[in-house]
């Protein structure tokens, strides 16, 4: 049974830094093309970034290009998202996503292209 458990959420002032981190059992993160998605009140979910298997091609939505980072540790099997400048419209509910891919470099940037979620992080900043 595979389970992703994310950490690092909480309550940050605008400006500060925050790291999530998504540990897995029951799935191998270097065979598996992953994705950090949130939720923010009351709008529907979105992808913030996504990395592939080989960890060469990552994606970052507009709104935090040049503040957030993913990342991943395959000796931990563990993936991230450094989150740098923190801003009001960040908060949300965070979730680490992942699932299989053929290619080794193919980004996924659907949700419904991703097999296992975590349960999600909240993270909330405040100005």
């Known amino acids: 049974q595979v389970q992703l458990v994310e950490s690092g959420g909480g309550l940050v002032q605008a400006g500060d830094s925050l790291r999530l981190s998504c540990a897995a059992s029951g799935r191998t993160f270097s065979r598996s093309a992953v994705g950090w998605f949130r939720q923010p009140p009351g709008k529907e979910r979105e992808l913030v970034a996504a990395l592939s298997r080989s960890a060469s091609s990552t994606y970052y939505t507009d709104s935090v290009k040049g503040r957030f980072t993913i990342s991943k540790d395959n000796a931990e099997n563990t993936v991230y998202l450094q989150m740098n400048s923190l801003k009001a419209e960040d908060t949300a509910v965070y979730y680490c996503?992942?699932?299989?891919?053929?290619?080794?470099?193919?980004?996924?940037?659907?949700?419904?292209?991703?097999?296992?979620w975590g349960q999600g992080t909240q993270v909330t900043v405040s100005s």
């Open positions: 996503a992942a699932a299989s891919t053929f290619y080794v470099d193919q980004l996924l940037t659907q949700s419904i292209d991703y097999d296992d």
